[in-house]
């Protein structure tokens, strides 16, 4: 009996010790991890084992010291006699997949083990996550413990725009230190487009001196601000030099990061123009470079010129001895072929190429870039676009104007990687957005990025193996400096790490988030910016068969919610958030997220719903809304709610077409007026129709026009959101139809002439 005591003694004793032990937060999560009793402290006396004539090794293991050094002074020992070892070993016959590592903690050992240079790095990445990331008093402890890990994808990739605003050379290094403290491996560097060519080409001088200098104008807003004049001094840019670019490749290598450059074309290419204009269809030379309005500037090469193809062709070869990247960007995106379209020389290309059109000429254009990248045995990749007229036949596509195509493309048998305006863009706001830094627009929140799956549901299973994996992309239009890139980031990257690193299976927001907590001390303590996660109340209305309820939901896990309906400011005196709301007349509902009683957040989030006849019932469409304008599914124009500013949310969007909804309202009702709500954004491409036709009928077939209203906004009204309504007497009918007539941007705006979106919110029916 005493015996039987004592092992339970011990063994509660045990249990009390692993409870007391510091929790391991290794972001992304490894593959199998278990932590043991006891820790291993790193002191002066700790030395390094490894074998010496290992060259890869050998430049691991001096990573580490550095890293060790910069944080705690100590210099250790290489293969010392000592108490307390770190044993690394490189073994190629390991059966470790690649990349992964094996890493066991014990009081007096540590030994790390990879089958390459890159698993060798990745443990070492794990091993100072549990460090502290600054010089500090406390103790260099490690607890024991058994890790096995593994990628699930190849490509791990952080892209990063330097065109619009540019980042210094010491700036890139530690975006390159971030990505590598998360195990991505690859830096998808945005080195040219419109607004500024950021490399040195020794052939080119000119594309430096003209090319990577912009008049700016920093006060503003980058959608507001005005073209350069004639005469203004171009004074904001700058550029990296081939010496700083070799510096910066071996920087990455040294942390297993390999740099993609992208090297924009046949489009986004107004600072090539700007230096060298023969290269344009017009040959004219142009304003000086500016930011944000690109009306009428040339920003494309003229496909019809053999010249263009001698330029890229040396401009690459610069590339390809500064890179050893196998990938090399090519762009390939929102190639505006109008000047296409007017140019002899490239209808003249089509015709003797046997083309059918300007898409056909793009391929051409994109095919023959491929043959000479090939020639230099490298490979092609491009954003999506470069499926338009036929996909160069060894191609890699990056998918980010959603994920159709990337399905298209690795069902053609062609390797793609995945990244979606929609988780993927982190120039997006994370929260907010009320007292968020400006962001270009987009709603990209911490569990959003953390929810994504880079297997698209779509894909067959045999072509699943060509996902080589997903990136983030950070375009900087209204990221000027390094702290707001830090905060644009940061924690995101961190929950993209664990998407394209950790088993599917693995992944657990709850866990994901009180792991990041510790790493949220790691950013300030290195002072880093940062989110600190989004506290806005995420407000879901739910219709059918003419009722409305409201879903409430936060990402903070332990957050409670309370609400108002009344238009009131909530606070944690107001109802408690138990179960779906229900919403039986007109409301403005307010929610805020409260943690220990503190109100979470800048603001509360809000919502106005309108209760109405059509409330719930189903919408159809004679022309598709667009597939990035969704709002909250098919049956967004009879959710109750009505729409704001944020054109990312609660609005359908459709353009070059009329919007044309019928809504069967189940059986014949008593009808006095119908409304549809519709924005104007002016920046965003966003106006009024030019009319909008209101119809009923009892049946279904023969339809009644009951009213038509032109539209009375004025074309240059920034912003406005308007009810196009009619009004009608003793009238019944249970089918409505609404007709929004398309109209084109006005004379004036950036895209004139060109179609403009229409934005519908609700088809109110009272």
Known sequence: MMKRIIIILVAM??????????????????????????????????????????????????????????????????????????????????????????????????????????????????????LPPVRTNAALEIPCMTIDDYPRFKWRGMHLDVSRHFFGPEVIKEYIDLMASY??????????????????????????????????????????????????????????????????????????????PEIEMPG??????????????????????????????????????????????????????????????????????????????????????????????????????????????????????????????????????GESGGV?????????????????????????????????????????????????AALPTDSKQHVLGAQANVWTEYIPTVSHLEYMVLPRMAALAEVVWSPAENKDWIDFNKRIQQHFKTYEQKGLNYCAGNATVAIKPVSSNGSLQVELSTELPSAEIYYTIDGSEPGNKSSKYSEPVNITSSAYLKAVSVVNGKVMGQEAASQHFVVHQAVGHNVDYLNPVSRYYQADGPNSLTDGVRGTGNVGKYWHGIVGKDLVATIDLGEVKDVGSIALGCLQKYVDWIFMPEKVVFETSVNGRKYKQVGEVLNPVAPGEAEKIYDFKVSVEALKARFIRVSAVSTVCPEGHSGAGKPAWIFADEIIVE
């Not at 003209?210 to 503003?220: E, K, L, Q, S």
């Not at 070869?317 to 020389?345: A, M, Q």
């Not at 090939?374 to 060894?394: H, T, V, Y």
């Not at 048998?413 to 968020?436: L, N, R, W």
């Open 183 to 260: 195990k991505l491996n690859v830096f998808h560097w945005h080195l040219v487009d419109d607004t500024g060519w950021r490399i040195e080409i020794k052939k080119y001088p000119k594309l430096t001196s003209v090319g990577a200098w912009r008049v700016d104008y920093n006060h503003i807003p980058w959608s507001q601000r005005p073209q350069a004049k004639p005469g203004e001094t171009p004074d904001y840019g700058g550029y990296y030099t081939q010496e700083q670019i070799k510096e910066i490749v071996e920087y990455a290598a040294l942390r297993n990061i390999t740099i993609v």
């Open 13 to 130: 004793i045990i249990g009390v010790e692993l409870f007391a032990q510091k929790p391991i937060s290794i972001i992304p999560k490894p593959v199998f991890i278990q932590q043991h009793t006891g820790t291993f402290e790193i002191d002066e006396k700790t030395s390094v084992h490894f074998d010496t004539d290992q060259l890869e090794l050998k430049d691991a293991v001096s990573f580490f010291k550095q890293a060790i050094k910069s944080i705690s002074g100590y210099e250790l020992a290489e293969n010392g006699d000592s108490k307390s070892i770190i044993q690394f070993i490189l073994d190629t016959q390991s059966g470790i997949y690649p990349e992964g590592y094996n890493l066991v903690v014990e009081d007096n050992l540590i030994t790390l083990k990879a089958g390459d240079k890159a698993g060798l790095v990745y443990g070492i990445q794990s091993l100072l996550q549990i």
């Open 408 to 456: 298209e493309a690795a069902k053609m048998g062609h390797d793609v990687v995945m990244t979606p305006g929609k988780p993927c863009y982190f120039d997006h706001y994370q929260a907010g957005p009320a007292g968020e830094p400006l962001a270009i627009g987009g709603f990209n929140t911490l569990k959003t990025v953390y929810d994504y799956e880079p297997i698209p």
């Open 268 to 401: 986004h290419i107004a600072s090539a123009i700007a230096a060298y204009p023969e290269l344009s269809c017009n040959q004219k030379a142009q304003l000086p470079l500016t930011g944000g309005d690109y009306t009428g500037i040339s920003s494309n090469y003229c496909a019809g010129n053999d010249s263009v193809f001698d330029f890229l062709e040396n401009i690459l070869t610069e590339v390809i001895d500064l890179f050893p990247s196998t990938y090399i960007h090519i762009g390939g995106d929102e190639v505006n072929k109008t000047s296409w379209e007017k140019c002899e020389r490239c209808q003249k290309r089509i015709h003797d190429e046997g083309l059918k059109d300007e898409h056909e000429l793009q391929s051409y254009f994109i095919k023959r870039i491929e043959k000479f990248l090939l020639s230099k045995n490298r490979k092609l990749i491009g954003w999506d676009e470069i499926l338009e007229g036929g996909l160069a036949p060894q191609a890699t596509v990056m998918s980010w104007r």
